[in-house]
């Protein structure tokens, strides 16, 4: 299997609080990073290029993500699921999802339940 590139974009967990209601039970952002490392690691080990994104706000998610892409493309890019699933970051996931689509829109696109399969995530399309 050829060497493919993984991007792995996930918000900043140090700026979730995971104390609020709808935030993920038993979750840190000790955890949140241990298991998006541990991610990253794995698709590492099997041969592949793999980096992580971690957002900051729906003001400045369209310039992360664009700088992150700009010159670079990815074969698979993951999105956390706290984007997805955390009501307060919809603004911010329709901002990521509308750069993707103008920005890269050959890679694939996969999503992870846990920041432990972000690699399983990926595999699916790599």
């Known amino acids: 299997m050829a060497n493919k590139s993984v991007l792995i974009i996930g918000e900043d967990p140090a700026l ?20 998006l490392n ?16 971690l957002t900051r706000d729906a003001a400045s998610v369209e310039a992360q993500v664009s700088s992150a892409l700009q010159g670079r493309s990815y074969d698979v ?9 955390l009501p307060k970051m919809a603004e911010q996931f329709e901002q990521l999802m509308n750069v993707l ?16 399969d972000s690699d399983a995530a990926a595999l699916r399309w790599l």
């Open 16 to 35: 979730i609080d995971f104390d609020a209601p709808d935030a993920p039970k038993d979750m840190s952002a000790a955890k949140v990073m241990e298991g």
């Open 38 to 53: 541990g991610s990253v690691a794995r698709l590492q080990a099997a041969g592949h290029e793999a980096e992580l994104l």
């Open 77 to 85: 890019i993951v999105i956390g699921a706290g984007l997805r699933t």
């Open 101 to 116: 689509r103008d920005r890269s829109p050959r890679s694939k696109l996969a999503f992870n339940s846990r920041p432990d």
